[in-house]
């Protein structure tokens, strides 16, 4: 980065800075990854200088030889990838990517059906501050209060009152696996349409660790910088008879020029997911989940769901610690371990302050870390949950954790 150094050394020290951050913690937010050095290269690469309004073959401005190459591999590799009939590559991330879903089949004011956000579902799934809930008559299921995983049966009587016109399945924040086959029974039980949104697990779909959705749903929307581990950007999976208004709805209605940059970078992922080693990677980023579930529940942490299936664990920090999940990501901050303060379902506490804490093996896992480290790191977020108000032991551990870091180098 010599050039950035010299025309701006004050943005050239936060890059710097920024990959030290990565580089000395343990990072547990269940959304985020490490991309490889060559996605990171697409990323950074002269796609971004590009417009490209339009689909390979028919776009609006010249100029698009290479373009429209970059276009149509990234296409054709998330096809393959995930057996798909049709996959729209220039979705700028996963809220756009859901945005164009419901622009494509539905009209404004019609009933959908949603997992609620304090569940574990997404905001663009109706919730009302977003447009999905001013846009929709928007309906939520809920887990089960007591198993709080998802109950089909009560989703499929849900549906039958609601008589929605789409179906959103998928989430932002459940441990379990999703069983879609018994969503799009649902969906075609009320003649609706159903989109699954699989922007966690999107990497654990893709190497057949999680059951896809591509066979039974309408539409499948993702991001494709998490599990996935490509660039931050979305993807539309859909079946034939979807893409012309799905293309349509991305572009010329929601979107502008897509962002070549990322399309080339998000090809270069695909690419790499489609390797034999990344089925490895998807295996052991659910054991690594598995393995901190286990070693959590040994240490009376109560778990949402009861534990995972995923790439992700909701702890109930209220109940396990008495400790509210903001005060407990702040304490596992500063102790190098960085996660997520979450909502629980049927949550008393605002969102601000929610019982619950977030965290996932996605990123670890791409440093090559495994089950005995998945320990070691359960133990230290014991210590400094127990020492919160301590400084001087978060102080420790965070110098442990850093040590610990230098075994595991960033791509
Ligand atoms: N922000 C993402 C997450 O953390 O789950 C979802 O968009």
Request: charged letters at 25%; proline letters at 5%; glycine letters at 8%.
């Amino acid at each position: 980065m010599s050039s950035l150094k010299v025309t701006d050394p004050e943005v050239y020290d936060l890059v710097r800075a920024e990959e030290s951050r990565q580089q000395d913690s343990i990072r547990l937010i269940a959304s985020e990854n490490d991309t490889s050095q060559a996605v990171m290269e697409a990323t950074g690469s002269v796609f971004t200088n590009k417009y490209s309004e339009g689909y390979p073959g028919k776009r609006y401005y010249e100029g698009q030889e290479n373009t429209d190459k970059v276009e149509v591999l990234a296409r054709e590799r998330a096809e393959e990838l995930y057996g798909a009939e049709h996959a729209n590559v220039q979705p700028y991330s996963g809220s756009p990517a859901n945005l164009e879903a419901y622009y494509a089949l539905l009209e404004v004011g019609d009933p959908i059906l949603g997992m609620g956000l304090p569940y574990g579902g997404h905001l663009t799934h109706g919730w009302g501050v977003n447009f999905s809930g001013r846009f929709f008559d928007a309906h939520h299921y809920a887990v089960d209060e007591e198993t709080e995983r998802l109950d089909y049966d009560a989703i499929a009587e849900q549906a039958r009152e609601v008589e929605p016109e789409m179906i959103v399945c998928g989430a932002s924040a459940y441990p379990r696996t999703i069983d879609f086959e018994r969503f799009a029974e649902i969906a075609n039980d009320v003649d609706a349409y159903l989109l699954a949104d699989i922007a966690h697990i999107s990497g654990l779909v893709a190497s057949g660790v999680h059951p896809s959705p591509v066979p039974v749903a309408d539409v499948v929307t993702t991001t494709t910088h998490k599990t996935l581990r490509g660039p931050r950007g979305g993807l539309i999976l859909c079946k034939d008879e979807h893409a012309k208004a799905i293309d349509k709805a991305v572009f010329p209605a929601l979107q502008g020029g897509p962002h070549m940059h990322a399309v080339a970078a998000a090809a270069v992922a695909f690419k790499e997911a489609l390797e034999p080693d990344f089925t490895d990677y998807s295996e052991q980023i659910v054991a690594n989940s598995r393995a901190m579930a286990e070693e959590l529940k040994r240490r009376d942490f109560r778990l949402v769901a009861g534990g995972s299936d995923n790439h992700l664990v909701l702890i109930d920090m209220v109940a396990s610690r008495d400790i509210g999940g903001k005060p407990a990501s702040t304490a596992l901050s500063e102790a190098g371990i960085v996660s997520n303060a979450n909502s629980i379902p049927f949550d008393e506490r605002g969102p601000f302050d929610p019982s619950g804490l977030r965290i996932g093996t996605s990123s670890v896992t791409t440093r090559g870390m495994e089950e005995d480290e998945m320990t070691q790191i359960v133990e230290w977020i014991d210590a400094a949950i127990e020492a919160r108000e301590d400084e001087d032991a978060l102080a420790n551990i965070r110098r442990e954790v850093r040590e610990f870091c230098t075994d595991y180098p960033t791509p």
